[in-house]
């Protein structure tokens, strides 16, 4: 937009003019001062023409910066989502591929135990079969045998009380059995007469039945004693020059405590122990596992590491083959996986 200033001022002047003699020559000072009024226009419409155009053109640049910026974000989103998608499948392609293997390695590791349990199965049922076999062998042997035991042992016992048994047999036949053919003659003798025979009868009765239940008793008792006296005439009394080693599992564990820097040991014993032995197996166990200057850990030979996995995937599949929980087969997979990933080792005393 065009503008006019004024500016006012004054100016001074002042100076001197010499004039040639005329008669006595001379000279003129002057001074005064002169007001001075400038007037000043200012034309801005070519300036406010450029600047409308700078404005328009930054407008336009704010524009094309804001798009930019716009594409750019546009750019920058779709290429994370690319890389994490990337990422992600790379991942799980991973994840997938290393699960695989380990399902084809579990896979064949439990074909072959399947195999060798199969195999194993075969063989306990011939030798469940072979047993049984023996088995009736023997029982029928044995019970041949207690039969005529017994036989015998009646026989004896008849030829030893054989005039009782014969009073026996003939008071039970003449007065039990031909009672009830005589009731009409018991009917004449009287009241007395029959009550005193029932008495009689009836003491007579309690008396043969206490001596039945005494025999039987003392057959009782005395048939652990006889049964002793069979099986040692059947057993051989044989001494050994050594003492045969007995093996039973223990198990000592290492702790270390978090409240200090101690250590703690401790023996697990089965309850079929006594309490003086379980007590020297520990302090013997331990002495043996904790003296690290006396020890050694040494790999376990084939024979042993074989026995232990065969016992480790028996003990595992019989605790979680029958589950179906999700959580209890991760857990299944994830010692077999430690297992298998693990080297085992056996503590040796050193010479």
């Known amino acids: 937009m065009s503008y006019t200033r004024r500016y006012s001022t004054s100016v001074h002047f002042s100076g001197s003019v010499s004039y040639p003699a005329s008669q006595n020559g001379g000279s003129v000072s002057y001074s005064g001062s002169v007001p001075v009024n ?18 328009q053109s930054i407008d336009v640049l704010s524009g094309s910066v804001v798009a930019m910026k716009t594409a750019q974000c546009l750019a920058i989103q779709q290429t994370g989502e690319e890389v994490s998608a990337a990422m992600i499948n790379g991942f799980f392609g991973t994840i997938k591929t ?61 030829a030893l ?33 029959v009550t005193s025979s029932k ?34 005439s059947f057993l051989s009394n044989e001494e050994i020059d050594d003492k045969i080693p007995f093996y039973f599992p223990v198990i000592w564990t290492e702790s270390d405590m ?19 032995k379980n ?39 019989s605790s979680f083959t029958d589950s179906s929980d999700e959580t209890e087969q991760r857990i299944y997979k994830t010692m077999l996986s430690l297992w298998q990933n693990s080297n085992s080792l056996t503590l040796e005393r050193s010479t």
């Open 98 to 158: 290393e699960l695989s293997q380990q399902i084809q390695a579990l896979s064949s590791a439990m074909q072959a135990s399947f195999g060798l349990l199969v195999q194993q199965a075969k063989a306990v049922t011939g030798k469940q079969d072979v047993m049984e076999g023996d088995y009736n062998r023997i029982s029928s042997r044995y019970i041949r045998l207690f039969d005529d035991l017994d036989n015998e042992c009646y026989k004896r016992i008849y």
């Open 38 to 55: 400038v007037d000043i226009n200012v034309e801005t419409d070519p300036f406010d023409g450029s600047i409308n155009r700078f404005n």
């Open 258 to 276: 978090l409240e200090d820097n101690n250590v703690s040991c401790e023996s697990f014993i089965p309850d079929c122990v006594s309490r003086e």
């Open 199 to 232: 008495t009689l009868l009836f003491i007579s009765s309690l008396n043969r039945k206490s001596l039945d239940v005494l025999q039987t008793m003392q057959d009782y008792i005395t048939q652990e004693s006889r049964m002793n006296v069979l099986l040692n």
């Open 279 to 317: 007590q020297i197996i520990a302090e013997t166990t331990n002495g043996f596992c904790s003296g690290a200057s006396h020890s050694e850990w040494k790999a376990i030979d084939g024979a042993g590491k074989e026995a232990l996995h065969r016992e480790f995937n028996a003990l595992v599949e």
């Open 161 to 193: 009380d054989e005039p009782s048994f014969s009073i026996s047999e003939k008071v039970q036949k003449e007065l039990l059995s031909e009672s009830s053919s005589n009731t009409a003659a018991l009917n004449l003798l009287g009241i007395e007469e």
